[in-house]
């Protein structure tokens, strides 16, 4: 992974665009719901991050239909079958927030996701992460998530608001590619 360390000047953009967007426009004052996001942005600032579940033979999953069946198959439990259900909150919110546009486009398209609801799948990412992290006792985590699930839309709406921000600086964060 692209890990960017503590200080660099795009967390710092992203941390004060999601504080700004989530507080100012949305009246939401959650350090931790809105760091999680933060790193979000951060995290997927790399395509090989956004699509970094890979099928049997190597290939990146490039759907969320492909991504939910895969990590249907997984053995119940562990860290892996967490990272999965993560990653599909992750990428459903990222998509629903930053681009619905391009989930938009998703329903006129001949693919398997034209079919289904990036909101319910998100939600049930994260949803399904809590309570694999509950069972791990990782309670902070686990109530996190839970927020994430039961919060999916405004959090898609806070993303919004901060790609708004951002454009409305004339130019995208440095070293991002906007989808459009």
Not at 9 to 23: I, T
Not at 43 to 63: C, M, Q, W
Not at 151 to 157: G, K, P, S, Y
Request: glycine residues 8%; aromatic residues 10%; negative net charge.
């Amino acid at each position: 992974m692209h890990d960017l360390p503590d200080g660099h000047p795009l967390k710092r953009m992203f941390a004060g665009l999601a504080e700004h967007a989530f507080f100012s426009h949305l009246g939401v004052a959650d350090p931790p719901l809105t760091d999680y996001l933060s790193s979000l942005l951060t995290r997927f600032l790399h395509f090989d991050a956004v699509y970094r579940l890979r099928n049997e033979s190597g290939k990146p999953i490039t759907e969320l239909t492909e991504m939910v069946l895969e990590a249907e198959q997984l053995p119940a439990g562990g860290r892996t079958r967490r990272e999965y259900y993560r990653h599909i909150g992750d990428f459903a919110l990222f998509w629903t927030g930053l681009y619905p546009e391009v989930v938009d486009r998703q329903r006129n398209r001949l693919c398997k996701d034209a079919m289904v609801n990036y909101t319910t799948q998100g939600k049930r990412g994260y949803l399904i992460t809590s309570r694999l992290e509950q069972a791990e006792h990782h309670d902070a985590e686990a109530e996190l998530f839970r927020r994430l699930s039961d919060q999916f839309e405004l959090c898609a709406v806070g993303l919004r608001k901060v790609r708004d921000e951002w454009e409305q600086t004339g130019e995208p964060p440095p070293g991002t590619t906007l989808i459009g």
